[in-house]
C-alpha cells in the first residue's frame, strides 16, 4: 500500500497536514506533503479529521510493494520492521489505536500455492499484529486486491479469502476497490484511483465507529 498516486496532481488543500494529525513514515516524523507519490493515507487523513476534529490522529505508514504473506509473517522480514516502526513512532507517548489499514494480496495471487494459503495466514497475521501492540480493539480495515487476470493465477482465490475473512475475523471490514482508475500497469492505482481508496477506507472506520459507540 506504498501507492502510487501523484502528488503534484493532487488539490492544493489536500497537500496541507492538519494540525490534529501527526504523520510517521517508517517510524520518523514526517508530512504527509513529504511524499512524492502517496496511497489511501492523504484522503483518509482528510475524511477523519473533518469528521473527528476534536480527536489528535497518529498515522504510522510502512509499506513494501510487491510482496507476499511469507514476508509478512511473524517471522518475516517486514513484520518485524512494521513492529520495530509502531514502537519507534509511539515510544514515550500515550497512544489507542484506532484501526489498521492492510491492502495486500497481489503478490500472494501471482501463484494458486501461495493463495490457497492466504486465508490461513491474514487470521494469524491479525492475531499476532492485535497480540503485538496489545490490543484486540482495532478494527482491520482491508482492501480487496483487484490485479489483472493475466499473470494472477491466484486472483479469485485471494478475492474470495478476503471476502470470508470480512465474516470470520473479528472486527474487520473489507473496502471494495471495484471501479478505482488504475495506471497503464492495470494493477496499481493512479492518483484517483488512490484519493477515491482514502475515502472509502475512512468511510468504513467512521462506519465501524459509529458501530462501536452504539451510535
Not at 506533503?33 to 510502512?62: A, C, H, R, V
Not at 495486500?104 to 501471482?110: E, P, V
Not at 484486540?136 to 493465477?153: E, V
Amino acid at each position: 500500500m506504498d501507492g502510487r498516486g501523484n502528488l503534484s496532481k493532487t488539490p492544493e488543500a489536500l497537500k496541507t497536514q492538519s494540525t490534529n494529525t501527526e504523520f510517521y513514515l517508517y517510524g520518523e516524523p514526517a508530512q504527509i506533503s513529504d511524499q512524492t507519490t502517496f496511497g489511501p493515507e492523504l484522503t483518509f487523513s482528510d475524511e477523519i479529521t473533518k469528521n473527528l476534529p476534536q480527536q489528535k490522529i497518529m498515522l504510522i505508514k510502512y509499506a513494501v510493494s510487491g510482496t507476499s504473506f511469507a514476508a509478512w509473517s511473524p517471522d518475516g522480514t517486514q513484520y518485524k520492521d512494521l513492529l520495530s516502526y509502531i514502537k519507534k513512532a509511539t515510544d514515550g507517548k500515550s497512544v489507542e489505536f484506532a484501526s489498521v489499514l492492510w491492502y495486500g494480496g497481489a503478490g500472494d495471487a501471482r501463484s494458486s500455492a501461495t493463495a490457497v494459503q492466504y486465508s490461513e495466514n491474514l487470521r494469524k497475521f491479525v492475531e499476532k499484529l492485535r497480540t503485538d501492540i496489545g490490543s484486540d480493539k482495532p478494527p482491520f480495515i482491508f482492501g480487496q486486491i483487484d490485479p489483472p487476470t493475466d499473470g494472477y493465477p491466484g486472483r479469485e482465490q485471494v478475492r474470495n479469502a478476503q471476502a470470508m475473512a470480512e465474516q470470520t475475523i473479528p472486527n474487520a471490514k473489507m473496502v471494495s476497490t471495484d471501479g478505482l482508475s488504475k495506471l497503464a500497469d492495470n494493477l496499481h492505482h493512479d492518483t484517483d484511483g488512490q484519493l477515491e481508496l482514502g475515502r472509502r477506507y475512512a468511510q468504513a472506520y467512521l462506519q465501524l465507529s459509529k458501530q462501536g459507540s452504539g451510535k
